[in-house]
C-alpha cells in the first residue's frame, strides 16, 4: 500500500463500564472512501461511534487515522475491585478534543446542539477543530450554498428550529470543522419524506465533493448510493463486509441478519 | 416614611444588589456550565478577601489595596480550579455528581475555613476603605468607597458578559453548558473549560470579598450568609440568561433593604426564603428564565 | 422479576443477630458513662442516617430538609415537655409527628421539581425553619434556644441513671425498631415503587404509580422516624439549639450517609458509628478534627465512592473467594476417590487458558462423549451417564472454572460462556479427542453450542434446559419461566437457605442421589455465577442460532417435561429441526432429567446415538429433519 488508510481500526472493544457494548471491531476506510454501517438499533453502532470519536474510552484495539495512532496503545488496565473509582486515578484513553482536531468529525444521532444559541454562534464554534485547514468564511460560504435553510434562519436559536433544520445546522457544524472523515449517525432519523429527500441530496453533494464519509442509516438504498463498502453490525460485532458491487436487496440483509424467522 | 429614609433604603438596596449580582453570578457560571452547585463559594469569598487582607494591610504585608486585590483575585482562581480539579473532576463520569459535588464542596468549604480560622484567627478584621468622603449623585449622598463597589462590580458583570457573548472561549464555555457531548465533538477541551468556568467563578468571589471586606467586616464565616443570598438571587433570576440572576440580584437587594425596615431584621430573611419556595413552585425555571434546566 | 425472601433466610440474619446481641450486652462488659454516651449519639444518628437514606438513596430525593427536620423534633420535644409541660413520651410522639407533617408540606413546593432544584428548595425550606425558630423566642429562646428539657422516665426510674443506661437501651430498641421498619419499607410494594420511581419516573409513572404519592409518603416516614429521633435527642441532651439546623450538622449526617453507601440501609448505620467514633479520637484537635473529618470524607468518596458497605461487600466477597478455593483444594485432595467411584472414571487435572481444570475421563479407545455442567453444579452430576455409556463411549466431562475441583479464576477473563467453551477446547485437546458427541445441561448446553458453532468438529450435538436465544435480553423473557429461584442464578452470595433453595430448584431435593451437588452449590465461586449470566448479552447468538438452523450435525433437545424454568412453548415455537420434531422431553423430570430420570434420559440419549448410527451405517446423510 502506498498510502496508508484514513481509518483503520483493529480489534476495538468497547462499552459502558461494566457492561461490553461491542467486541473485536475490524474497519477499514481507503483515502476518499466511504462506508456504511447498517444493523439492528440497540446493538452497539452508536456506541462504537462515540468510541470512535473519544467520547468513551475503548476497552482495547486501535484505531489509526491517517496512520496515527489515536488511542492510548494496549489494553485498559484491569479493573479488579468494583468499588475502586478508576476514574480518579487513570488517564482517559481517547481525547475528544485531539479525534476532533484530527479532522476525525462526528455528526451525533439526533444532535441537539446548543439549544440557546443562534445558529450563526453554534457554527462560529466550530473552527475549533479545523485548527487551521480551512478558512472559516469560505467554510461558511459552502454550508450556506448547500444548505440555503441555514442561511436563512441563521439569526434564530437553535431551539426554535425545526428537527430537519436543525439536523442541516449539525451537518454543516460538521463542515465548517474542515472534515476529513465526517461520521453521519442517522442524518436522517425522524424526518418526513420530504426533508428526508433534501437532507439526502446534500449528503450526496458532500459525498461527491470527495469528503470521506462513515455514515449509519436504516436506509439500504440511500447508503448504496453513497458508500463503497458496507458493514453489517449484529450484536457488538461486524458480523459482514459487503462490497459496493454485492450488495444485497434490504429483504436478503434482513434475512441475513435474522435468518428465516424475522418478524 | 420620609423621603430621605426612601433614598437611604434604595441607596442600600442597590449596594446590597450590586454585591449579589456578582456572588451570584460567580455561582450561577459554575451551575449552568457544570451542572453543580458549589457550596464552597462562601468560602471563596471570605477566602478572597483574607488574601487581600494579608497582601494589602499594613498589619500584614502591606502592599496596598490594589496589589492585594490582584494576587487575591488571581490567587482564588488557581484555587478555584485546583478545587475543581480535587473535588469535582473524580465525578466527571458517575451518575450522581449533583449530590457528591454537594458533599465534597461542603467539606471542601469546611476544610478552607477552618483554615481561615487557623490562619487568621476567629476576629473581625477589616480592609479598610479604599476611597474616602462622600459623593452626590442626583442630591443624594453615598460614600465614595460605596459607589466605587458598585460601579466596579456593575464594570466587572459587563466583562464578564461581553466575555461570554462574543470572545470565543466564552462562547465555547456557553456551549458546553448546554451540551457537553455536542462541545466535545467540535474539538473544545470540556474539562479545561470547567476548570477555567470554577476559576473564574473563585476569582469573582474574591472580587465580593474583597468589596464586602472594604465597606464592612471580615471573619471566617462572612461568606455563608452572602451564599445563601446568591442561592436566593441565582434561583429567583434562573440560569437561563446570564442577566437573570443580576437584576434578580438587584431586586432582592432591595426587596431586603425595605423588609428590613419594614419587618424587622429577623423577618427578612423568612419571608425572602418564602417568596424563594413561592417562585420555585410557580416557576422553577426563574423569574427571568424562559426554559427549565434539570439536572 | 421479585425476589425478596424474608430475612431470616438471608446472609444477613446472623451478622444481625451477632451486632444487635453485643451491643446489648456491651455496657454489662465494658460500660462507662463516657462509652455509653458515645453510644447514644452514634444510634441517634445512626437512626437519622439511615431514615434520611430512604429518601436520598432509595427514592432520589434529594432532602435536605432532613436534619432541619431532626432539628423540628428536637423544639417539638421541648415544647411539649417543657413549656406545655405535658409528658415527655408524648413529646417523642409529637417530634415525630411535627416532622413527618412539615415534612408533607415541603413535599408541596418539591411536587414537580428535580435534581438540583429539590436540594435547593429544601435548603430554603431548612432556612425557612430555623427563621422562624429563632424569631419566635418566647416560645423557642431565640438565638440561644431551649435549655434545661425534662428527661424520660420510666415508672420513676430517671433513664439518665447508671451511666445513661436507660437512654442507651432506648435508643439502642429505637435503632432496631427503625431498622426494621425501614427493612420492611424497602421490601414491601411502596419501598419498589420508590426505588422504581427514582430509577425510570416516567415508566413507574406510566404503570399506574403517583409520583405525588410516592413522594408524600417517603417524605414523610422518613421525617417522622428522624423526628422521634430528635425527639430522643432533645431528651437526652435536655438542650435544644438552633445550631442543629446549621449546615455542620446536616454535613456530618451527610458524610454518614454517603460514607456508609447510599441507597443501602445497613452502610449509613455502619458509617454513624465509624465516623462518630473517628470523631470522636480526634476531639484533642480542634479545628484540625474538622479538616481531618472533611478530608477523609472526600478521599473516600474521591476513591471509594461505594462507602463503607461497599468496602463490607468487597471484604465478604474476598473471603468467599478465598472459602470456596480453600474447599476445592481441600476436596480435590481428600475427594477424589468418592468423586471417581460416582462416576467410575478416573480425574485428572487439565492447564487450561483459564486456569487448572478437574477432568474426569473413563478412557478407552471408543468414540468420545463429552458432557458440560450447568451453573453452580459439577461434573459429577453426570454420574448415571458415566456409568450407562462408558461401555460405548469414552466419557469425558470436566468442573468449569469456578466450579467443582477446579481452580477460582479471574472473573473478568475466564466466568463466561466463551471462556468456558475455551476451556471445553483446551480439555478435548488435552485429551487427543476429536470429534466427540456432546451434551449440555443448561449453562452447559450454552458452552456446548457455542464449541460446535464455532466450528469444532462434532459429532452430534444434545441439550436440556437450554433454550436457544435469538436476541438477548428479549429471549431470556420469553424462554423462561422467571420463578422466583432463577433469579439465583446469577446471585453472587447465596446463605445457606437460598444455595438450598437452588439446588433444589436445578436438581431436586436434598437426598443421597443429589446431596454431592447440594455441596457443589455452596463451593461455587459466586462470581462465577455472578458474570457468567452478567455476560450473556455479548455471547454471539446470531452465530449460535445460524449454526442449529443451518449446520449439519445432528442435533436434539432433552428437556424434562417438569422443568420449572422453561417456558416449554418457547421451543415449540422456536421450530428447531432436530432429532424428532418436538423437544424430546422426559416425563415426570425437572431441570435435571438425566439426575433424577436417568433411566428414561439415557433411553432417550441412546436412541439419539444409535439413529445416527444408523444413518451413517446405511451411508445416508446425518437426520437433521423429520418434518419441514
Redesign the interface.
Known sequence: MTQPLLLDVRGLDGGYEPLQIFRKIDLQLAQGGAVGLFGPNGHGKTTFLRTLSGIIDPWDGNIFFEGVQLNRPGPRGSRRWRNFNYDAVTRRRMDAKAVARAGLIHVPQGNLLFPDMTVAETLSIAPYASSGRASASERLDYVFHLFPRVKERRTSKIRFLSGGERQMVAIGVGLMAAPKLLILDEPTLGLSPKLRGELSEAILTIRQSGVPLIVVDQDIAFLESLIDVLYLFDHGRISRRIEKADMPTHEEIMKLMFGEDHQ | MTLDTIALILLGGVVLGALYALMATGLALVWTTLGIFNFAHGTFIALGAYIAWQIASTDAFGAGFVVGSLVSVIGMFLIGTAVYYLLIKPFERSPDIVVKSVITTLAGATILENLINIAWGPRNKQLGAVLTGDIQIIGLVISRNEAAAVAVSLLILAALGIFLQRAPLGRAMRAVAQNREAAQLMGIDVVRLYAVAFGLSAALAAIAGILIGSIRFMNPLMGSDPLMKALIVVIFGGIARFTGPIYAAFIVGLLEAFMTYAVGLYWSPTVLFVIMIVVLVAKPEGLFGKHRKSV | MRYSPSFNRSSGLVPALVSVVALAVLPFLAGSNYLNHLLVLTFIFAIVAASWDLS?GFGGL?N?AHVALFAVGIYAYGVVARTLGLSPWLGLLAAGGSAGLIAALIT??I???????I???T???S??LY??V??QSQITGGTSGMVSLPGLELFGYRMSRDGKIGYYYLALTLLIGSTVLLYKITRSRWGRAIVAMRDNKYYAVSRGMSETRIRLYTLTVSAAISGVAGGLYGSYMRVASPDNFG?GL??LL??ML?LGG?GTIWGPILAAFFVTMVSEALADYG??R??I???L??VI??????GLW??V??AREGFDVFRTQALARFRRRTGKTAREALTGASERMVETRHGRIAVADSGGAKPALLLIHGNSSAKEAFSAQFKAFSDRYRVISFDLPGHGVSDNADP?RDYSVEAFADVAEDVLKALAVSHPSVFGWSLGGYIAIELAARGNPINALAISGTPPL?LVPEDVGKAYDATSHFVLASKRFLSAAEARDFATSTTGAKDPRTAHLHAAVSRTDGRARAYAL??L??V???RQ??FL?TASVPFAILNGAQDPFLNHQYFRDL?LTQWTDEPADIADAGHAPFLLAADAFNAKLAAFFDSIQNKRSDGEPAPRTISA
Not at chain 3, 468518596?301 to 461505594?306: A, I, K, M, T
Open positions: 436520598l434529594f435536605f408541596l413546593p411536587m414537580r421539581l428535580s435534581g438540583i432544584y436540594i435547593l428548595v435548603i430554603a425550606a432556612q425557612v427563621q422562624i429563632i424569631s449546615l446536616l454535613g451527610l458524610s454517603l447510599a479545628a484540625w474538622n479538616i473529618m472533611s478530608l470524607l472526600i468518596l474521591v476513591f471509594y465512592p461505594g461497599a468496602l461487600q468487597t473478568d435469538r452478567g455476560k448479552q455479548i454471539d447468538w446470531p442460532m445460524r438452523r421450530k
